[in-house]
């Protein structure tokens, strides 16, 4: 796919999110973040997950960009402050920028329902200054405040799931919050790019027969590429998986992360 023009002439912004952990959010938002900007995107990563895998991520692509070390920036958490400092983001490539993830992450379940409103606001804030194509943000388990913050900022939502009924009671639990963030927290475009079967493995029948038949069941909901368990994809957490070496996982797992990569990015293109 070609870079085109910044579509409507704003960033967009999409959410990786389940309420269940180790199910591929941070590597969707990893391969997301490569595809998109080797596409000649501007990409603002955020990570609003206290674990910070998605910041390692970045942190070392910023070294092996060869780039000295940073003061202080910009952090995710900084988003959720009714006055955030006035600093720098921290860049980690030409056209990719990272709003890390920090401990003080912890402590925004604490403001409570105050928190609204405020990424929305600051967003729009970095988005004026930077020209973002694109922003890709991970969350881990978030509480409810905060969940109902960011689902109010951003445009667009990717569940990952796999074939556990807590990963799908999940998908069903997003889909409500999002109906929420539409009608009663004012952001009524948030679009759903819809569920993403992950971490599927390919020798259990039971899992595979299982997609197929929530794709039946839930129709569009259902994103149409999977993403299975391939080691390659597991290895390759600070390159893309198409850089991986040779070999028959690698050549699966970067043709279907390339799918999934593609088929969220024409989506959100197209709104």
Request: hydrophobic content about 40%; some cysteine; charged content about 25%.
């Amino acid at each position: 796919m070609a870079k085109q023009s910044r579509a409507n002439g704003y960033m967009k912004k999409q959410l990786v999110v389940n309420q269940k952990g180790g199910i591929g959010k941070t590597t969707l938002c990893r391969q997301q973040t490569f595809y998109t900007h080797e596409l000649g995107y501007r990409v603002l990563a955020a990570d609003l997950d206290p674990q910070g895998n998605f910041t390692r991520t970045m942190l070392q692509v910023r070294e092996r960009n060869g780039l000295p070390p940073a003061g202080e920036v910009m952090t995710a958490a900084h988003l959720f402050m009714e006055t955030p400092p006035d600093l720098p983001l921290l860049w980690c490539d030409d056209g990719l920028a990272l709003l890390p993830s920090t401990p003080e992450l912890l402590d925004i379940p604490t403001l409570g329902l105050q928190v609204i409103g405020r990424p929305r606001k600051i967003l729009e804030h970095i988005e004026s200054r930077n020209q973002f194509d694109f922003m890709i943000t991970d969350i881990g388990p978030a509480r409810l405040a905060m969940m109902k913050a960011i689902l109010q900022a951003v445009d667009f939502v990717v569940c990952p799931f796999d074939i556990d009924q807590d990963a799908i009671d999940g998908l069903h639990t997003l889909m409500h919050d999002i109906r929420e963030a539409q009608t009663v927290l004012g952001n009524p475009t948030l679009k759903m790019l819809g569920g993403l079967a992950s971490l599927i493995n390919t020798d259990r029948v039971f899992e595979v027969r299982s997609v197929e038949e929530l794709k039946q069941a839930m129709g569009d909901i259902i994103i149409p590429p999977v993403l299975y368990d391939r080691a390659a994809t597991k290895y390759a957490k600070d390159y893309p998986v198409w850089q991986s070496s040779k070999g028959i996982s690698k050549s699966k797992a970067a043709t279907e992360m390339r799918n999934v990569c593609e088929y969220l990015l024409t989506r959100m293109m197209e709104q």
